[in-house]
């Protein structure tokens, strides 16, 4: 059975992540609070019962008795494990847990080129990041954090005994353990293109566009840094800087990844789908009279709409592909999100998930997100494949849970970091439409990501002032 165990409510939810952070395969997905405006969740789990990583092109199975390999679309391994843990921790039937987002199921990340596997593309940018294309885990048990109730509870499925209920209970309820707490840039950040490099790339979009091969292209920059210490410490700075109601920590035996992102990809509640893209960025004003008029011309930027509303029309077409027809909706469209350093141009889709469809075939269907790639999406994506000099790794994909009651939550991963091997890397990017002015699209790569990188900076000049 269930089961429910309080715990005190902590505005800082780190505190909870902190004492369970030495378990295997820790995941914190973290809305932002207490100062991000969005968010309302945070859900914290480690120690999973299975672990699902994909990489050269075969699917990994670990459980205690061993691993297995297995080739084939990745996606279709993840339904056979979730449906048979699913059937020995069956949706919930009590409102309490019924109503928590997360009570045990799936948790954990999709790379964006794990989208190799769904078709076919070109294998022509280094790959220079050892990360496996899809990391998950079936996790039995699971805090969450409810901000707006100013709640905190343990949850644990019918896959954990009260035994280990009760340790899971006890490391929470315990200090967290000391760990080296500090991070440390060893260098700048650097872009993996100069600037003439990035103009090139443009105009050779500017051609596609032109010729009718694409609509709009999203084309990023890669920025690394040299550094050391704890990547925890690092995100836990960042948090503080950029507030984000789909930020995420999650430690992998090849690093961690440390996700700032403001968008939402796709959202299952009681059969209900959402997905929020998000295009169409402006800086925040030095005052507040500047500020508004800057929301207000993002609002009625011709450009930033044309270029949204291609996204709307990719996004409606991948989920009508598993909701039902006639279903789908647009309720809102070209709303303005606040953010610490940007303005964001979002737009809502709604539909209601067919029968015959599942929340991982909704996944499988809209992967990779259309606001990350351009439209159309296949030749956007070739034409990524084709300029961009690195591989994407966890950038634009996704992080998310299923859980076993049904309801699915993902993020696209913009404003994401990993840190591996002694490097941090850092991405950013734009949609490039017909009437895109390369300087400003350039600068828009800045804009995105230079609270991130400027926070990271700072410790480079602490560590000088310290030393």
């Given at each position: 059975?269930?089961?429910?165990?309080?715990?005190?409510?902590?505005?800082?939810?780190?505190?909870?992540?902190?004492?369970?952070?030495?378990?295997?395969?820790?995941?914190?997905?973290?809305?932002?609070?207490?100062?991000?405006?969005?968010?309302?969740?945070?859900?914290?789990?480690?120690?999973?019962?299975v672990k699902l990583s994909y990489s050269d092109k075969l699917t990994r199975i670990t459980r205690d008795t061993g691993e297995e390999k297995l080739s084939g679309n990745p996606f279709t391994h993840l339904q056979a494990v979730f449906e048979q843990y699913q059937q020995r921790s069956p949706a919930p039937k009590e409102p309490a847990i019924k109503a928590l987002p997360f009570c045990g199921g799936l948790l954990g990340y999709f790379s964006y080129d794990l989208g190799r596997c769904l078709e076919a593309l070109p294998d022509e940018t280094l790959c220079d990041i050892d990360l496996p294309d899809m990391q998950v885990g079936i996790y039995s048990w699971a805090v969450v954090v409810d901000h707006l109730k100013q709640q905190t509870v343990l949850v644990t499925s019918p896959l954990v005994d009260e035994t280990d209920a009760q340790h899971y209970l006890?490391?929470?309820?315990?200090?967290?353990?000391?760990?080296?707490?500090?991070?440390?840039?060893?260098?700048?950040?650097?872009?993996?293109?100069?600037?003439?490099?990035?103009?090139?790339?443009?105009?050779?979009?500017?051609?596609?566009?032109?010729?009718?091969?694409?609509?709009?292209?999203?084309?990023?920059?890669?920025?690394?840094?040299?550094?050391?210490?704890?990547?925890?410490?690092?995100?836990?700075?960042?948090?503080?800087?950029?507030?984000?109601?789909?930020?995420?920590?999650?430690?992998?035996?090849?690093?961690?990844?440390?996700?700032?992102?403001?968008?939402?990809?796709?959202?299952?509640?009681?059969?209900?789908?959402?997905?929020?893209?998000?295009?169409?960025?402006?800086?925040?004003?030095?005052?507040?009279?500047?500020?508004?008029?800057?929301?207000?011309?993002?609002?009625?930027?011709?450009?930033?709409?044309?270029?949204?509303?291609?996204?709307?029309?990719?996004?409606?077409?991948?989920?009508?592909?598993?909701?039902?027809?006639?279903?789908?909706?647009?309720?809102?469209?070209?709303?303005?999100?606040?953010?610490?350093?940007?303005?964001?141009?979002?737009?809502?889709?709604?539909?209601?998930?067919?029968?015959?469809?599942?929340?991982?075939?909704?996944?499988?269907?809209?992967?990779?997100?259309?606001?990350?790639?351009?439209?159309?999406?296949?030749?956007?994506?070739?034409?990524?494949?084709?300029?961009?000099?690195?591989?994407?790794?966890?950038?634009?994909?996704?992080?998310?849970?299923?859980?076993?009651?049904?309801?699915?939550?993902?993020?696209?991963?913009?404003?994401?970091?990993?840190?591996?091997?002694?490097?941090?890397?850092?991405?950013?990017?734009?949609?490039?439409?017909?009437?895109?002015?390369?300087?400003?699209?350039?600068?828009?790569?800045?804009?995105?990501?230079?609270?991130?990188?400027?926070?990271?900076?700072?410790?480079?000049?602490?560590?000088?002032?310290?030393?």
């Amino acid at each position: 059975m269930y089961r429910l165990f309080p715990l005190p409510y902590l505005a800082h939810s780190t505190l909870y992540f902190e004492r369970i952070r030495h378990l295997p395969a820790p995941v914190y997905l973290d809305s932002g609070k207490p100062a991000g405006r969005y968010g309302r969740y945070d859900i914290i789990a480690a120690n999973p019962t299975v672990k699902l990583s994909y990489s050269d092109k075969l699917t990994r199975i670990t459980r205690d008795t061993g691993e297995e390999k297995l080739s084939g679309n990745p996606f279709t391994h993840l339904q056979a494990v979730f449906e048979q843990y699913q059937q020995r921790s069956p949706a919930p039937k009590e409102p309490a847990i019924k109503a928590l987002p997360f009570c045990g199921g799936l948790l954990g990340y999709f790379s964006y080129d794990l989208g190799r596997c769904l078709e076919a593309l070109p294998d022509e940018t280094l790959c220079d990041i050892d990360l496996p294309d899809m990391q998950v885990g079936i996790y039995s048990w699971a805090v969450v954090v409810d901000h707006l109730k100013q709640q905190t509870v343990l949850v644990t499925s019918p896959l954990v005994d009260e035994t280990d209920a009760q340790h899971y209970l006890a490391l929470l309820q315990s200090p967290p353990a000391k760990g080296n707490d500090d991070f440390t840039l060893k260098s700048r950040f650097k872009s993996n293109m100069s600037e003439s490099e990035y103009y090139h790339s443009l105009s050779r979009i500017s051609d596609y566009i032109q010729g009718g091969d694409c609509y709009q292209v999203n084309f990023s920059q890669r920025f690394t840094a040299e550094c050391q210490g704890d990547p925890w410490s690092a995100y836990k700075q960042l948090r503080e800087h950029a507030p984000t109601p789909y930020s995420a920590f999650i430690e992998t035996e090849s690093g961690a990844i440390l996700s700032h992102s403001p968008e939402q990809f796709l959202e299952v509640d009681k059969g209900r789908v959402t997905t929020k893209p998000i295009k169409g960025t402006l800086p925040r004003g030095a005052n507040p009279a500047e500020d508004a008029q800057l929301k207000l011309a993002l609002h009625d930027s011709e450009k930033d709409r044309s270029e949204n509303l291609m996204i709307v029309d990719l996004m409606r077409n991948d989920v009508s592909k598993a909701c039902e027809h006639g279903s789908v909706r647009v309720p809102k469209l070209f709303a303005v999100e606040s953010y610490a350093n940007v303005h964001h141009l979002v737009s809502t889709i709604t539909g209601k998930l067919s029968s015959d469809q599942n929340p991982l075939s909704l996944l499988e269907h809209s992967f990779p997100g259309g606001s990350i790639t351009g439209a159309p999406k296949i030749r956007a994506m070739e034409i990524i494949e084709e300029l961009e000099p690195h591989r994407r790794s966890i950038y634009c994909g996704s992080i998310g849970y299923l859980s076993f009651s049904g309801k699915l939550d993902t993020s696209i991963t913009i404003r994401t970091l990993i840190c591996q091997n002694d490097k941090i890397h850092c991405w950013a990017g734009g949609g490039i439409v017909a009437d895109s002015i390369t300087a400003d699209e350039y600068q828009e790569t800045y804009n995105k990501v230079n609270n991130l990188l400027h926070g990271l900076e700072k410790t480079m000049k602490d560590n000088k002032s310290s030393s």
